[in-house]
């Protein structure tokens, strides 16, 4: 690259050609690691699969709670209620206030 030639090393610790000399190995993990990088794939596949199942559930019983609480309101009657639609039921009081 750039027209700089590389120089590369056989390296004992990782078992292949790399830049770096033999004497100036970190030993470094390298390739190795993917392993463990599939390991998190996994683990944050399978905290997504849970989450997704929760959320599902906490969505149905929502939404039971929503068809349960509409169904009871559809068997009131509000034929009752016309004469009293005008009333309020506040505990407000008027009383010792200052209205000039």
Known sequence: ???IPKTYYWCPYHQQWTIHSPKDCKR????KGKKKQGDKKAVKR???KERKKAYLQAKAAYEACI???TDSNE???NSDNDE???KSFSSYSSEGSNIS
């Open 46 to 48: 399978s905290q997504f």
């Open 75 to 77: 068997g009131t009657s």
């Open 1 to 3: 690259m750039n027209g």
């Open 67 to 69: 068809s349960i609480s």
């Open 84 to 86: 009293d639609s005008n």
């Open 28 to 31: 470094l993990p390298s390739g």
